[in-house]
Structures are given as C-alpha cells and as structure tokens.
C-alpha cells in the first residue's frame, strides 16, 4: 500500500511540476535545454521573438517539417501510421514528429528513443498545444532548435552562416536552414551539395506552396 502511495505523489507531483514548467515557458525565454548542456561541442544561442524572425523561416521549417502543422493538435496520425507500416515491413523508417512533439522534446527532455521518452514527449506535446498555442509553439521551436554544430536557434544560425540578423532571412537562405534541420552537425549550410542542395531547392519551391495555401496561417492570426 505505501509503494501505492508513494507512487500516485510522485505523479501528482510530476504533473504540478511540469503544468509549472510548461506555465513558465509560455511566457518567459527557454534559457537553455538538456541538449544545450550535453553537446560536447558548447552551445550558441541567442533568443529572437517571432516578430523578429523572418516569415521566410517559418514557411520553410512548415514545408520541410511539418506540413499540417496548423491542423493537427500536435500529432500527425496519418505520419504515424505510415511509420509503423514501414517499420513493420522492414523498410527505413519516415519521420513522424511533428514540429510541437520536437519542440516538446527539445525543450524538456532529452534527445534518444525509447518508449518512457516517448511517453513523456507525448505528454509535453499535449500540453504546450493546450497551455502555449501554435505561435508561441513555433517560436520556441526556432530558438531552441540544433540548427548546426555547437549552435542553436535560427538567430545564431542565421549569423553563423549569413552574417546578418534571422529577420532578414531570404526563401533561399531559410530553405537551407530548413534542409540542414534533421542532420544539422553532417548537412551543410554555406554550399550544400548533392542530397542538401536539392532537398533545400525543394523546401524553397514548397514556402510558395505554404503561403499559397496559408498553412502557416495559425502562427499569425
């Protein structure tokens, strides 16, 4: 009976906790994260509000990360499903996280699989579409994303390969970013080639796509 108790206060306060958590970083910059401390390589970063981020960038995170983005309540079921399908027939595997579920991950947890990580990344994920809304969603997002090696946020990337300011971000230069997002320590910014060139020639064709069809409409209404 006391391993029972003892086990619904630690829920009780892991929950509290992190309601508290997510409560605060809806509101206040996310100073640093676990991937920030763990990389071997130091971290750089500086927070950029979203109105200081050109909408160049988040058209092409949308067009290369998450494309239903502003439709879903921060998973992609469909992506899911063909995930497991592949998995299940041995083929490689798809990404399935939505930008919120990597925003989540980022932010609270730890970088790996495994299923507890899962659970907890599905647990944050559910919160911050609940407790932060999609803008601020995506504004956490491209502070804190690994956008090269030892840097983070598109403001430090944007300086580091562009020398200027992330509000100045051209569609070419945002579908670059974007193109390096999932291998960001092994793709190449400043003169990509071959799989990155035409991945982020591809992303720079899809920000007309999302502007046209405003699915990146929820991050400014």
Known sequence: MRIF???GRLIVAFV???????GLWR???VPVTATMLMDENGYTRDWEPLSRIDRNMVSAVIAAED????????FDAEAIEQAIEERMAGKRERGA????????KNVFLWQGGGFFRKGLEAWFTFLIEHLWGKRRIMEVYLNVA???IGTYGVAAGAERYFQ??????SESEAARMAAALPSPKKRAVVNPTGFTRRYGNSIRARIGVVRR?????????
Request: proline share 4%; charged share 15%.
């Open 5 to 7: 108790i003892w086990l």
């Open 16 to 22: 509290v906790l992190s309601l508290l958590a997510v």
């Open 27 to 29: 509101f206040v910059p």
């Open 67 to 74: 494309s239903k983005f502003c439709e879903h309540s921060g």
């Open 97 to 104: 996280s939505t930008i919120s579920q990597q925003t989540a």
């Open 146 to 148: 690994e956008t090269g």
């Open 164 to 169: 200027h300011s992330p509000a100045q971000l």
């Open 213 to 221: 069809d405003a699915l990146d409409a929820c991050v400014y209404e």
